[in-house]
Structures are given as structure tokens and as C-alpha cells.
């Protein structure tokens, strides 16, 4: 269901209830990912691959605000497609630029990871925002 506007403050209204927060977080990344060491921002566990698990809870995060961002604002088709594309690709660009940040490492799990989470949490959101009742406005 896509919300027509009634007027020109409701489309305004529309793009920052939705991207606003995709905007938000996406920001909280870009900064998190600037970071020589992130660890002293982020919580850590003492398990094997528990930073692959941070990221794809962060990337799984993402993916619900851009799904919830697309589907409100252009639709059901190709909504999920789209999220996670984007947030592939948002996950493309954030290991790219931290090739470029010191101390930090482009690292091919940290995408699998982003792209895993993001998938995973779209899919779970979408099953079950259809098959439990969740408020419309969590819902998006």
C-alpha cells in the first residue's frame, strides 16, 4: 500500500518518517565505520566470529528501515529486492571506505555477514509483519 499524498506537506512528512531513520542509521555506520577502532564504541563478546554476528545484526537492522522506506513510499513490488540490494551495496561501499580508514581492513565476511543479516532480518520482518499482528505505524 503506498500513501498518496493529500497535500505537499504529507509527502514531506512521508520521506522523513521512512528515510529519515534509513538516513539516520545509515549515518551511524558511515561514523562507526570511520572509526581507527571501533571496539571502544561497541560492545564486544569472546566467542570466534562474534564481530561477523555485529554485523549482521547491523546490517539486518538496515535492511527492515529500507524495506519499511520502500515499501511505504514506492510500493510492495520489489520492495524487498530493493532493500537488500541496497543494503548490499551500502555494505560494498562501507568495506571500501574503510580500506582508507587506519587500523581498519576491507574483509569479504564482514559483507557475507552484512548481506546474511540483512536478508535474513527482511525476510523474518516481512513473514511477520503478514502473519502476526504488529501495529501499522512499527509495521511501516
Not at 35 to 54: A, G, I, N, W
Not at 55 to 68: A, D, Q, S, T, V
Amino acid at each position: 500500500m503506498v500513501h498518496q499524498p493529500s497535500h505537499p506537506q504529507s509527502s514531506t512528512w512521508l520521506f522523513m518518517k521512512y528515510w529519515g531513520p534509513v538516513l539516520f542509521y545509515g549515518a551511524i555506520i558511515v561514523y562507526l565505520s570511520s572509526q581507527s577502532s571501533p571496539s571502544q564504541y561497541l560492545p564486544s563478546f569472546s566467542f570466534p566470529m562474534s564481530d561477523k554476528l555485529l554485523h549482521g545484526l547491523e546490517y539486518g537492522m538496515l535492511g527492515i528501515l529500507l524495506y519499511r522506506a520502500f515499501h511505504q513510499t514506492i510500493g510492495s513490488i520489489g520492495s524487498m529486492s530493493l532493500a537488500i540490494v541496497c543494503a548490499v551495496a551500502f555494505g560494498i561501499s562501507d568495506e571500501i571506505h574503510q580500506w582508507f580508514v587506519p587500523n581498519r581492513q576491507a574483509d569479504l565476511l564482514d559483507l557475507l555477514a552484512d548481506t546474511l543479516g540483512a536478508t535474513l532480518f527482511i525476510l523474518a520482518w516481512v513473514f511477520l509483519t503478514k502473519k502476526v499482528h504488529i501495529p501499522q505505524t512499527l509495521r511501516g
